[in-house]
């Protein structure tokens, strides 16, 4: 006997080979239905190029990127102030590929045509599953162009740069820089989301320019080339576009006093800073400042929902890969019918967020025509970030369950998008603001809620318990008393409703079916793998599958 022979403990067996490289958009049948349901299909060669690096190169790299955290050098070797934040390469290729991609820009390159906002949706759910990091800068760079417009003379200037697809890490001035980011620098320490507390001064210097003293406790992705930054000016609370780099060369007085240690969001450099005398430049006017930077956080809500969807997204993709090579008991995972069901059950939510997500986008998209349309997306955008960034977390955790131990390891990517799920229903206001946010909109805006249930319309009649549904809305929206004590409850079942009206309504009747079943009669339990014997469990887990 061989000395290899006597000392050999086993072979390797039953592990599934690792998930090939794969067309993130071109396997992806739900996707490319909610694409081309909302107007958007005109962009599938683009969108098919992205998918091509986003589930392929990128994956590489976005692990990469998330091992390797940001590090923060406040000075030089030689005690000059740098206030830099060193990233490791895989991050630049991260956005450099995202940046060609146009996931920052591709709405504003093709505004006005129908569907850009919908294409668009799609890149950013793309681009989010190799790496949720890196759509802190490319989120905020994109949000950024409707305040940027409250000012001509800014916009003039900045949005051609922060349209530009050809990434440029370099600490340069803007004017020299191949294309730009845009950051945003609301929260402080003593008010969080009521940034109307906040105690950041901006004075008005004798050029027109501003200097700004004070702090910001969450500064999201410092290296951006500017931020869009709240103050109190002499007329109250104004926005201000606050470069890095002055046109001289100089660092602007942005102090980084540390990073962010967190639970997850790994690859992107979150930081506390404090402004020195900061030069910056009014944007829109003073006093006007929430209403100017209002739109831009309703469109990093809206990529809050798609990101959670994203997650959603990759991990059924490795719960599928892996059971579909593990067996147990005799048979693969995938055919076991408890197994099934969990899978089918993890298809179908993510089937409903990206329903959901697309509509959002098209409702952004046709904002500018329609009235009806601009009031669904304001109000639709808090309700969709509630509940889809609250599903997402369980959602994950399911997915890891299928791949059993080793889903709890971090060689695979499981853990990465578990750590990052909480994120997306913390930033850009927490759950309890989104909800009062949507209360907000009903008692402010008075389309609103014709436009919600005008929407919620388009489905009656198809579905008995859908109109149960829909009718204990009704109900609960007419109850001031209690609507915001128990506005979690109502914001959820309106975000089911609408899920379900959507699939209702897209043609996919069993799924439609199955779904009002599972979320809206009771039929199905709390956790995820309930579903009822009538679910179309094969249809589901089919439809999740890649399309190799």
């Known amino acids: ?177 191949t294309a730009c980011t845009i950051g945003m620098g609301m929260t402080e320490k003593q008010g969080g989301s009521d940034v109307r507390s906040n105690t950041t001064r901006a004075h008005l210097q004798s050029d027109g320019t501003y200097e700004i003293v004070g702090h910001k406790f969450f500064f999201s992705a410092p290296m951006c080339d500017a931020h869009l930054v709240l103050a109190q000016a002499e007329g109250g609370l104004s926005c201000f576009l606050m470069p890095r780099v002055l046109p001289d060369g100089s660092l602007n007085a942005v102090r980084i006093q540390r990073l962010k240690d967190k639970l997850g969001d790994w690859s992107n450099a979150s930081s506390e800073v404090e402004f020195q005398g900061a030069m910056a430049t009014l944007v829109g006017e003073e006093g006007r400042g929430v209403a100017t930077i209002i739109e831009m956080v309703a469109l990093t809500r809206l990529d809050c929902i798609l990101g959670s969807a994203a997650q959603m997204r990759q991990a059924i993709v490795q719960a599928l890969h892996h059971t579909s090579q593990r067996k147990a008991f005799g048979r693969l995972l995938i055919d076991q019918p408890l197994m099934r069901n969990v899978l089918a059950d993890l298809a179908l939510e993510s089937e409903a967020a990206i329903a959901l997500a697309m509509r959002i986008a098209s409702a952004v998209d046709a904002s500018p025509r329609d009235p009806h349309e601009a009031a669904l ?142 979320r809206l009669a009771g039929e199905s339990g709390l956790a995820y793998g309930t579903l009822d014997p009538q679910a179309p469990i094969a249809l589901l887990i089919n439809r999740a599958s890649l399309m190799i």
């Open 1 to 177: 006997m061989s000395a290899k022979a006597q000392f050999s403990t086993h072979d390797v067996q039953n592990q599934p080979l690792p998930l090939p490289a794969y067309n993130a958009w071109s396997t992806d049948r739900v996707l490319q239905e909610a694409v081309a349901r909302h107007g958007g299909a005109w962009a599938s060669d683009h969108l098919a190029a992205h998918g091509e690096v986003t589930g392929g190169v990128m994956m590489e790299y976005g692990e990469l990127a998330n091992r390797h955290k940001p590090v923060l050098h406040s000075f030089d070797r030689y005690g000059r102030r740098i206030d830099m934040v060193e990233f490791h390469p895989a991050y630049h290729q991260l956005m450099g590929h995202a940046m060609q991609g146009q996931v920052h820009s591709f709405s504003w390159r093709h505004e006005g045509r129908v569907g850009a906002h919908v294409a668009r949706a799609a890149l950013v759910y793309l681009n989010s599953q190799p790496d949720a990091g890196t759509s802190c800068p490319l989120t905020m760079t994109h949000a950024a162009i409707p305040a940027l417009r409250k000012s001509p003379a800014v916009a003039d200037a900045w949005i051609p740069r922060v349209t530009a697809s050809a990434y440029d890490s370099r600490t340069l001035p803007a004017h020299e820089k």
């Open 377 to 518: 997306a304001r109000i639709g955008t808090a309700i969709g970030k509630y509940w889809v960034c609250k599903r997402t977390p369980a959602h994950i955790n399911e997915a890891q369950e299928c791949l059993g131990g080793i889903g709890y390891v971090e060689e695979n990517i499981l853990p990465r998008l578990y750590r990052q799920a909480p994120l997306n229903s913390i930033w850009e206001g927490s759950g309890n603001v989104q909800c009062l946010d949507v209360l907000r909109a009903l008692q402010k805006e008075p389309g609103a809620r014709d436009a919600l249930f005008r929407e919620l319309q388009t489905a009656r009649g198809l579905h008995e318990a859908y109109d149960r549904h829909v009718a204990w809305l009704q109900k609960a929206f007419e109850d001031p008393a209690v609507l915001e004590a128990r506005s979690r409850l109502v914001v959820e079942r309106t975000a089911m409703a609408l899920q379900a009206a959507l699939l209702l309504t897209s043609g996919n009747d069993e799924i439609a079916n199955a779904f009002c079943r599972a």
